[in-house]
């Protein structure tokens, strides 16, 4: 193993009991008081020491808690959340012998004594989470329920609860191993992980889990932080950090998704994309010329693949840094001689319908006119002796310190030329490397601006381009608590193999089960030899169903590069994903709205299915269309768990399935299983677009799938609000279709007699005042209506 990968790898070592260490928890509540809406005690350690614990909610079902001892001093704002302050808000306190309740809309936090618990009850009184008190060795408590790891002078804080038999938990952030955390041990501390997803290391790893018990904890703290989750006490789930204190939000909610909700209201939601964004990326790394790209993009066009965005990485520079310097660096000055006249050359992408993507990093080179003015300026990290501070492997290049108001402003205003000059968008890459002597312009120290230090970055490439474009996107790798509200995440260096295809849809189930909703991944894998065609079909084909898509790869990435077979299917389901755009605007908005992903994990959408909490190689893309991605070499077939009721082949209406089941799906090469969950309803664009770029779809094709209840779907189009309501009753299917000044293609899907059966309709009209009613009977079904109001 080389050093620099040795250095990578996190400390894997246990909690508690390990040897060189002392530990010292709670023994007694020595009293507790109520004042301005927070519960306060104060608590005595086994070593005689205190510390003191207090309570309050800040919104319905969330709860803070914080534990410290002598003068830690908290934050009193924090970029990880939406809010700018959050003020205790109104909550009763009761007292009754050795308990202390503090109760705020329909929840509750219990403090007792005798033995010392922490206990959170939703409104009926049920008791959802509590600390680990019971099991012990030889006298001893094995996951000790809060207290203080301590070695010389260094005192960690830490916390136990109890993991019950029925619960299953998620979260931890964009994680590659099993989606289900049960039984898992994670680090949070944000790595460039170096061309690996195969292990804990990790671009975006959020301290947050969630349990299908109905709580949620979230360690609010930047500092690195190690979670076990039944992993060494299978009966507890514990969490150390390298902090000096405990600042913990609590959330109390019904099931996975209302826990989603409760998060993201706190920490922040999505931004609708503009719709050119959900298009195909198309990428390699490297594009060398401008040629080259154009070559690439014309090739998407010819073969009839819609695409959206040509992305262009660091050889849009004059000088490429990584082969120097063994790392990546950005000097932001234009490569003329192979990216000639760049305006105009933007200008020609733009004629042809693509947006231009430009790679970014907050590395700068040492011996750079912009490391000098950066330097001079006092605008890098700085070590502790006042030097500008290097990356953690001590390479020659210098941290932009996005903590500086002005030094952000400056870095914002490099991209702001680009997009002036005709750039679209940015991939800001890197940034995990932060070392932990550092010095900020803030006063923090690396140790503990390391994993915000992403957010940061993140934050000032999202907001230089909303400021320039007004466009809310950016094609970011890494991130930290509250980084959802600057979409979209792509999953880094994955490797190319089958089994590191596997990892990454875990990953973005994972990411998506800590609130990152526009999350994407390189089709075909990043690092290693070039895929073979197989797997380069297998990953498209889910790749292309996903809430972002691009190609792109250390080996080319362009579907011809693989056979007349790849050029099909690839093209075959980028044309599905184009159909798709109408239903992925709506669920867009819905991630805008409830904080609820793109990409569900089963669990999500159906939270009372007892087979589904460990199913990680399926999803729902929105709330209808279940996708099945094929991740065995050779396979034609495979498994597939449907929910109850009724579903349909979305390729082949007339072919549906009874849930309740595994069933075993036919999957040739050009076939991915995609289902549709009955009640759906579907807007789909009409036509065979190459691009999004023409303004407002000219019509719409609806499907509506025959279910017990109707579902209402709702999506902007560039300022044309569609909202589409079906449903169906006795045969009947209705579709209500409100504020669309286009022409509607209607494909419904009748039930009679236990067959499904399609007939088409096609109704021009012209909207009025008064409204238009256009009726007709289904074929062989019950009365369709389309209504326009």
């Given at each position: 193993?080389?050093?620099?990968?040795?250095?990578?790898?996190?400390?894997?070592?246990?909690?508690?009991?390990?040897?060189?260490?002392?530990?010292?928890?709670?023994?007694?509540?020595?009293?507790?008081?109520?004042?301005?809406?927070?519960?306060?005690a104060r608590l005595r350690l086994e070593s005689g020491k205190q510390l003191k614990l207090s309570v309050h909610a800040v919104a319905g079902g969330t709860f803070r808690l914080r534990v410290w001892r002598g003068r830690a001093q908290f934050m009193d704002t924090s970029p990880m959340l939406e809010a700018e302050e959050l003020p205790p808000m109104p909550a009763e306190s009761s007292e009754r012998e050795g308990s202390w309740t503090l109760t705020s809309g329909a929840g509750s936090v219990r403090i007792t004594?005798?033995?010392?618990?922490?206990?959170?009850?939703?409104?009926?009184?049920?008791?959802?989470?509590?600390?680990?008190?019971?099991?012990?060795?030889?006298?001893?408590?094995?996951?000790p329920h809060l207290g203080l790891r301590r070695r010389q002078e260094r005192a960690e804080?830490?916390?136990?609860?109890?993991?019950?038999?029925?619960?299953?938990?998620?979260?931890?952030?964009?994680?590659?191993?099993?989606?289900?955390?049960?039984?898992?041990?994670?680090?949070?501390?944000?790595?460039?992980?170096?061309?690996?997803?195969?292990?804990?290391?990790?671009?975006?790893?959020?301290?947050?889990?969630?349990?299908?018990?109905?709580?949620?904890?979230?360690?609010?703290?930047?500092?690195?932080?190690?979670?076990?989750?039944?992993?060494?006490?299978?009966?507890?789930?514990s969490v150390l950090t390298e902090d000096d204190k405990l600042d913990l939000f609590l959330f109390a909610a019904p099931d996975l998704k209302a826990l989603l909700e409760r998060y993201t209201a706190l920490?922040?939601?999505?931004?609708?994309?503009?719709?050119?964004?959900?298009?195909?990326?198309?990428?390699?790394?490297?594009?060398?010329?401008?040629?080259?790209?154009?070559?690439?993009?014309?090739?998407?066009?010819?073969?009839?693949?819609?695409?959206?965005?040509?992305?262009?990485?660091?050889?849009?520079?004059?000088?490429?840094?990584?082969?120097?310097?063994?790392?990546?660096?950005?000097?932001?000055?234009?490569?003329e001689e192979d990216f000639p006249q760049r305006e105009q050359m933007f200008g020609s992408f733009a004629e042809d319908g693509f947006n231009v993507c430009l790679w970014v990093n907050p590395y700068l080179p040492e011996g750079t006119e912009?490391?000098?003015?950066?330097?001079?300026?006092?605008?890098?990290?700085?070590?502790?002796?006042?030097?500008?501070?290097?990356?953690?492997?001590?390479?020659?290049?210098?941290?932009?310190?996005?903590?500086?108001?002005?030094?952000?402003?400056?870095?914002?205003?490099?991209?702001?030329?680009?997009?002036?000059?005709?750039?679209?968008?940015?991939?800001?890459?890197?940034?995990?490397?932060?070392?932990?002597?550092?010095i900020f312009h803030n006063g923090k120290t690396g140790a503990e601006m390391h994993n915000l230090y992403l957010f940061l970055y993140n934050q000032a490439v999202f907001e230089a381009t909303v400021e320039q474009t007004?466009?809310?996107?950016?094609?970011?790798?890494?991130?930290?608590?509250?980084?959802?509200?600057?979409?979209?995440?792509?999953?880094?260096?994955?490797?190319?193999?089958?089994?590191?295809?596997?990892?990454?849809?875990?990953?973005?189930?994972?990411?998506?089960?800590?609130?990152?909703?526009?999350?994407?991944?390189?089709?075909?894998?990043?690092?290693?030899?070039?895929?073979?065609?197989?797997?380069?079909?297998?990953?498209?084909?889910?790749?292309?169903?996903?809430?972002?898509?691009?190609?792109?790869?250390?080996?080319?990435?362009?579907?011809?590069?693989?056979?007349?077979?790849?050029?099909?299917?690839?093209?075959?389901?980028?044309?599905?994903?184009?159909s798709l755009i109408p239903y992925l605007l709506a669920a867009a908005e819905q991630s805008a709205r409830a904080g609820v992903p793109i990409m569900r994990h089963m669990a999500l959408e159906f939270p009372r299915e007892p087979n589904v909490h460990t199913l990680d190689d399926q999803y729902m893309l929105g709330p209808d269309l279940l996708v099945a991605p094929v991740l065995v070499k050779g396979a034609r077939s495979r498994p597939v768990y449907l929910p109850g009721g009724t579903w349909t082949e979305l390729e082949r209406p007339s072919v549906n399935?009874?849930?309740?089941?595994?069933?075993?799906?036919?999957?040739?090469?050009?076939?991915?299983?995609?289902?549709?969950?009955?009640?759906?309803?579907?807007?789909?664009?009409?036509?065979?677009?190459?691009?999004l770029k023409d303004g407002p779809a000219s019509a719409i094709e609806v499907d509506v799938y025959p279910g017990p209840r109707g579902k209402t779907v709702s999506f902007k189009d560039e300022g044309v609000r569609v909202r589409l309501t079906g449903g169906s009753a006795d045969g009947d299917v209705g579709?209500?279709?409100?504020?669309?000044?286009?022409?509607?293609?209607?494909?419904?899907?009748?039930?009679?007699?236990?067959?499904?059966?399609?007939?088409?309709?096609?109704?021009?009209w012209k909207v009025s005042e008064s409204g238009t009613e256009v009726r007709f009977d289904a074929a062989e079904g019950g009365e369709i209506r389309l209504e326009v109001e």
């Amino acid at each position: 193993m080389s050093r620099n990968i040795a250095d990578l790898l996190t400390d894997d070592s246990r909690i508690f009991h390990r040897e060189g260490y002392d530990y010292d928890w709670v023994q007694k509540v020595l009293g507790a008081e109520f004042r301005d809406n927070v519960l306060t005690a104060r608590l005595r350690l086994e070593s005689g020491k205190q510390l003191k614990l207090s309570v309050h909610a800040v919104a319905g079902g969330t709860f803070r808690l914080r534990v410290w001892r002598g003068r830690a001093q908290f934050m009193d704002t924090s970029p990880m959340l939406e809010a700018e302050e959050l003020p205790p808000m109104p909550a009763e306190s009761s007292e009754r012998e050795g308990s202390w309740t503090l109760t705020s809309g329909a929840g509750s936090v219990r403090i007792t004594d005798g033995p010392f618990s922490v206990q959170l009850l939703d409104g009926a009184g049920e008791v959802l989470w509590r600390l680990e008190t019971e099991d012990r060795a030889a006298g001893a408590l094995v996951a000790p329920h809060l207290g203080l790891r301590r070695r010389q002078e260094r005192a960690e804080p830490f916390l136990s609860w109890r993991i019950e038999n029925d619960e299953r938990l998620f979260g931890m952030g964009e994680k590659f191993n099993k989606v289900e955390k049960t039984g898992t041990r994670a680090t949070i501390w944000t790595a460039d992980t170096c061309g690996l997803n195969t292990t804990d290391l990790s671009y975006m790893a959020v301290p947050v889990l969630f349990s299908t018990r109905g709580w949620g904890l979230m360690l609010h703290s930047s500092f690195r932080s190690y979670w076990e989750i039944g992993s060494f006490s299978y009966t507890a789930g514990s969490v150390l950090t390298e902090d000096d204190k405990l600042d913990l939000f609590l959330f109390a909610a019904p099931d996975l998704k209302a826990l989603l909700e409760r998060y993201t209201a706190l920490t922040g939601r999505p931004p609708v994309p503009p719709k050119w964004a959900l298009g195909v990326w198309l990428s390699r790394c490297q594009y060398t010329s401008r040629r080259e790209a154009e070559t690439a993009a014309a090739g998407m066009r010819q073969h009839h693949i819609p695409c959206d965005v040509v992305h262009l990485d660091p050889p849009w520079m004059k000088v490429h840094y990584y082969p120097i310097i063994g790392v990546d660096a950005c000097d932001f000055d234009w490569n003329e001689e192979d990216f000639p006249q760049r305006e105009q050359m933007f200008g020609s992408f733009a004629e042809d319908g693509f947006n231009v993507c430009l790679w970014v990093n907050p590395y700068l080179p040492e011996g750079t006119e912009i490391y000098e003015e950066a330097k001079a300026k006092g605008y890098l990290a700085k070590t502790p002796a006042g030097e500008p501070a290097r990356n953690e492997h001590n390479q020659p290049v210098g941290i932009t310190d996005f903590t500086n108001p002005e030094a952000r402003e400056w870095w914002k205003d490099h991209l702001k030329e680009l997009l002036r000059a005709g750039a679209s968008v940015f991939k800001p890459d890197y940034g995990e490397r932060v070392p932990e002597d550092c010095i900020f312009h803030n006063g923090k120290t690396g140790a503990e601006m390391h994993n915000l230090y992403l957010f940061l970055y993140n934050q000032a490439v999202f907001e230089a381009t909303v400021e320039q474009t007004g466009e809310r996107i950016i094609w970011g790798r890494s991130g930290y608590i509250g980084s959802q509200r600057y979409p979209g995440t792509w999953a880094g260096d994955t490797q190319v193999s089958w089994r590191a295809m596997k990892c990454c849809l875990r990953g973005g189930l994972s990411a998506g089960m800590t609130g990152i909703s526009l999350w994407s991944h390189d089709i075909g894998g990043f690092t290693g030899p070039k895929p073979e065609p197989e797997l380069y079909i297998r990953w498209a084909q889910w790749g292309l169903l996903t809430p972002l898509s691009r190609f792109h790869g250390t080996t080319p990435r362009e579907p011809w590069e693989y056979g007349e077979e790849a050029v099909r299917v690839v093209r075959r389901y980028a044309r599905l994903r184009y159909s798709l755009i109408p239903y992925l605007l709506a669920a867009a908005e819905q991630s805008a709205r409830a904080g609820v992903p793109i990409m569900r994990h089963m669990a999500l959408e159906f939270p009372r299915e007892p087979n589904v909490h460990t199913l990680d190689d399926q999803y729902m893309l929105g709330p209808d269309l279940l996708v099945a991605p094929v991740l065995v070499k050779g396979a034609r077939s495979r498994p597939v768990y449907l929910p109850g009721g009724t579903w349909t082949e979305l390729e082949r209406p007339s072919v549906n399935y009874e849930g309740g089941r595994f069933v075993e799906m036919r999957a040739p090469l050009g076939k991915l299983p995609v289902l549709v969950r009955e009640g759906a309803v579907i807007p789909r664009l009409a036509g065979d677009p190459q691009h999004l770029k023409d303004g407002p779809a000219s019509a719409i094709e609806v499907d509506v799938y025959p279910g017990p209840r109707g579902k209402t779907v709702s999506f902007k189009d560039e300022g044309v609000r569609v909202r589409l309501t079906g449903g169906s009753a006795d045969g009947d299917v209705g579709l209500k279709v409100k504020a669309v000044p286009m022409s509607v293609c209607a494909r419904f899907l009748s039930v009679r007699a236990g067959e499904v059966k399609a007939g088409d309709l096609e109704v021009d009209w012209k909207v009025s005042e008064s409204g238009t009613e256009v009726r007709f009977d289904a074929a062989e079904g019950g009365e369709i209506r389309l209504e326009v109001e």
